[in-house]
């Protein structure tokens, strides 16, 4: 099977992942399942010999784990350390920066205590993987950050748009 399909069928795992994710209450939930779907991504982009992309996202996998239990910033702070010595030792141009950008937007949403900073950083940092990967071309990967943000933006709506909106209502 040649490395660009089996990327593919790999990412589609994390497709699965996410098309839930984002929909759970629980912030502890979120996190076990993005750590479960980073490793799927991972591979994926390892077989697309994007070195920068695939580390990051299996320290990813790693990382959340980790973030369910301690949310202290100097471990927040490490694992930003950890994923820019990533970054710069597999170096490859413009990917390299966009993964590393959206890594912080994502690494500081899951270490906060608070659902709902959790979510809007999620919006960014996978708005900013959209277009590395479709940068990349990558189509399912794209799918993914669209479902990914998609999802993101409902759950946030849900959970503290219509929520306030039916909390105010006369």
């Known amino acids: ?40 991504n991972g591979m994926h982009y390892l077989l697309l010999e994007q070195r920068t992309a ?12 980790v973030s369910i239990r301690w949310k202290f910033q100097w471990i927040s702070v490490a694992a930003l350390s950890i994923s820019l010595l990533i970054t710069v030792s597999t170096y490859s141009g413009l990917l390299s920066i966009l993964g590393f950008i959206a890594t912080v937007f994502i690494t500081v ?6 659902d709902k900073f959790l979510r809007l950083m999620m919006i960014l940092g996978g708005s900013l993987w959209f277009v590395h990967n479709l940068i990349l071309w990558t189509p399912v990967g794209i799918l993914v950050e669209v479902v990914f943000v998609g999802s993101s933006c409902i759950g946030y709506y849900r959970y503290y748009i219509a929520k306030k909106t039916l909390n105010t209502a006369p």
């Open 1 to 40: 099977m040649p490395d660009f399909l089996l990327s593919q069928l790999l990412v589609t795992v994390t497709l699965i992942i996410e098309c839930c994710a984002m929909q759970l209450k629980n912030k502890n939930y979120i996190l076990a399942a993005l750590s479960v779907s980073c490793f799927f």
């Open 54 to 65: 695939g580390y990051i996202f299996l320290f990813s996998s790693i990382r959340f784990l």
């Open 109 to 114: 949403g899951s270490f906060s205590h608070n």
